[in-house]
């Protein structure tokens, strides 16, 4: 489901999402239940992994807009690449990273998918198309950008999923990377994820633009708003902008409106946002929506998704262990993996 291209409310744009319907298949159903339900879950371990300091530096989580993680997948290729910003365990959880790997770089672990030299902000696996989790703000527009010029010299049919938050909607390398996609016809979803406060500061406090996907039409590019909070509505946007890339037209805009839960980060205390708001997102949570949708259209019984959590719970917790098990990475470590050289029959004399 695609929003009107009409400035949407906050209320009623999320309210949308409690439409019941059974559109999609139950394995379907339960594939975006499972992934949103691994992605909070982890997520919230990792909160309690930092409050014992067993997780140290930055901790930016995705609680909340799991439903934009789980609808990407369900509407892509795995060889389509993605590449996003620092709120970016879900989607790296999404592209089928384990979880174990994932704990285990917050950690700071050896065995982490990074060798516990990223963090929280850094995931990489590109035997998965993931390329970041990138700290800078903005600066994964670019470099997705990139990644699709690269797809398009190759003369594959893959495209990039480039995301960023409304904060980063600002930045001028935007509007560098909109202007050269556009014009090279390259194949990217660009999508703005905007959770309405960047880092506290709201939308309508940083530009009179407060509709973000009205930054394509300057450059003729097809894009519209989306309702974050559905898997459903994620997928069904993503899907159509997949056709239209694929068929060679070049770039989609995406603004899927969503909400986090929690602070930008663990040392955020949120105090810029009224207690009815969030209560009001938290009303129309996606995962207990989704779930609430399974078992109204019985698609699955309360002992089945009961089997699911009791599965998910398991599984974050063996995560939990293999992280604190692993060791750390030895010193030595620090010189390896900077550089990669590649042979490239262009390059050869």
Known sequence: MVLEKTKPEKKSTAKKSSKKGTTYSKEQYLSWYELMLRIRRFEERALMGYSQQKIRGFLHVYIGQEAIAAGIESAIRPEDGIVTAYRQHGIAIGRGVSTKACMAELYAKATGVNKGKGGSMHFFSK??????????????????????????????????VTMFGDGAARQGALHEAFNMAMTWKLPVLYICENNNYAMGTSVERTSNIKDIYKLGFAYDMPSEAVDGMSPESVHEAISKAVEHIRAGKGPYFLEIKTYRYKGHSVSDPGTYRTRDELKSYMDIDPLKMTEQTILDNKLATEEEIEAIKEKIKAEIEEAVQFAEESPFPDGAALYEDNYVQEDYPYMRD
Do not use: R
């Not at 035997?127 to 003369?155: C, D, L, M, S």
């Open 127 to 160: 035997e998965h198309n993931y390329y970041g989790g990138n700290g800078i703000v903005g600066a994964q527009i670019p470099i997705g950008t990139g990644i699709a010029f690269a797809e398009k010299y190759k003369g594959t049919d893959n495209l990039c």
